[in-house]
């Protein structure tokens, strides 16, 4: 949601790409600068306040430990972002041998090292979401999801609120006039890219899993916003503004503003993804506030939508190939590794548990009983720009747009596109 979107590279970057890397493609070498046979894979990795590069270094000597003719060098990024790093360093025709963070697409499929005869990918997490004509090229360690409602425990009990009783979002805006009357703000928002967002989570868990092929459809004009269940949606929307169970005054503040009105009290239900988890531990509120599943017209429980979690792919210009396959499979398989990596970002994995608060255990308990993870990749994504176009669309409706004008001017915009 709030965090940087992947770029899509044109076909003619792509073709540049390709081109460097095949320059410098070779079979597999057992060294790499390296002394007595010693084969040295270099790893890009994006470096965050969570995944330090002290993590990282920790991480890869538990594989160095046990492949003791394995060196793993961390290629550092510097201000850039991996998918920079990698970029520049392909241009360069001096390729690294993995890349974490990078999301393959049609037009540079060609760049990384095909899996799909790798028997243990087939079961990592949304390996076949993120899958390009058939034949993977990603795999991840577990998964993010984002249809989830937070709530304040204190709140919901003064209101007279039972969590486990709103599935249907009837239920939704009754238990919103209760907290109102309670003297809370029912739903916490923001400005930047939040309402969207927000607004995004509420629609896709109802519409995605009725139809999760509705984007790759709308792409090929089969469906519209206007003639489908997203206006229902907005129509919901709308009334809540009107409501005042969002507050128009919080288009004004950053998200991390918003974020912060709710664990302080102000507010009582934030709809967020799983990664607001480490910042309510981090604020000691996590025994104060549950969560629930988003609530729906439909199904209930709906599909979560989500993401892959820590992905990698193998650079098919890798000089040591059959090395990188190795030591990404063990970044994905290895349960030492997997518990590791999800308990540093937050992140989930149906069949593992790490160390968690209460909150991030009702998190994945939510996850073991979901029907699907719903993923927006591949013919699945909307097409460039449309998060940033929805955003828009979803403030005005904080002004004087109706629902029906937002679902036209979605489609308007859309059509624009292509």
């Known amino acids: 949601m709030g965090r940087p979107r992947r770029r899509t590279w044109t076909a ?37 306040p969570n995944l330090t590069e002290q993590y990282w ?11 003791p003719n394995v060196k793993i060098k961390l290629e550092l990024t510097g201000t850039v972002s991996a998918q920079a790093k990698l970029t520049q360093d392909l241009a360069a025709g001096d390729p ?21 005869d790798q028997a243990w990918a087939k079961d990592t997490p949304l390996v076949d ?13 577990g998964v993010q999801i984002q249809s989830l409602v937070f709530y304040n425990k204190a709140a919901f009990a003064k209101a007279g609120v039972d969590a486990a009783g709103i599935k249907t979002l009837d239920q939704f805006g009754e238990a919103m006039g209760k907290l109102k009357a309670a003297g809370y703000t029912p739903l916490q928002t923001a400005g930047q890219w939040v309402p969207g967002g927000q607004f995004s989570l509420l629609a896709d868990s109802g519409v995605l899993t009725n139809d999760p092929d509705w984007y790759a459809k709308r792409a090929k004009k089969s469906v519209t916003f ?11 929307y709308k009334s809540w503004v009107d409501q005042g169970y969002l507050e128009k005054s919080a288009l004004g503040l950053t998200y991390a503003d918003g974020q912060t ?13 799983s990664f607001f988890v480490p910042a309510a531990d981090t604020a000691k509120k996590s025994d104060d506030i549950g969560v629930f599943t988003m609530p729906t ?9 989500g993401n892959i979690a820590n992905p990698y792919v193998v650079a098919s210009a890798s ?16 349960p030492g590794a997997i518990e590791s990596q999800l308990a540093a970002d937050g992140n989930l994995r149906k069949g593992f548990t790490y160390k968690m608060s209460s909150l991030g255990t009702a998190v994945q308990q939510l996850l073991d009983a979901s029907p699907s993870v719903l993923v927006k990749a591949g013919d699945r994504q909307p097409i460039s720009g449309y998060s940033g176009e929805l955003n828009k669309q979803i403030q005005s409706l904080y002004s004087s747009a109706s629902a029906k004008q937002v679902a036209d001017g979605l489609d308007k915009w859309w059509n624009s596109q292509n």
């Not at 058939?134 to 991840?140: D, E, S």
């Not at 709710?262 to 993804?273: E, H």
């Open 57 to 67: 270094t920790g991480l890869f000597a538990g594989y160095e430990k046990t492949h």
């Open 297 to 305: 017209d439909g199904a209930y429980p709906s599909g979560q939508v």
């Open 96 to 116: 690294p041998d993995i890349a974490q963070q990078i999301t393959p697409t049609r037009d540079t499929a060609s760049l990384y090292a095909d899996l799909s």
């Open 261 to 273: 009105a709710f664990l302080n009290g102000k507010s009582a239900m934030y709809v967020m993804g």
């Open 129 to 141: 979401q993120y899958a390009i004509d058939g034949k993977r090229y990603l795999v991840g360690v």
């Open 226 to 236: 206007a003639g489908s269940d997203y206006v229902k949606y907005l129509d919901r």
């Open 12 to 48: 003619a970057v792509a073709a540049t790409m390709v081109a460097a890397a095949a320059a410098g493609c070779s079979s597999d070498s057992k060294s790499s600068g390296g002394d007595g046979g010693q084969t040295t894979l270099r790893v890009i990795v994006n470096i965050t």
């Open 319 to 334: 000089k040591h190939k059959a090395a990188a396959t190795d030591f990404v499979k063990w970044l994905v398989t290895d």
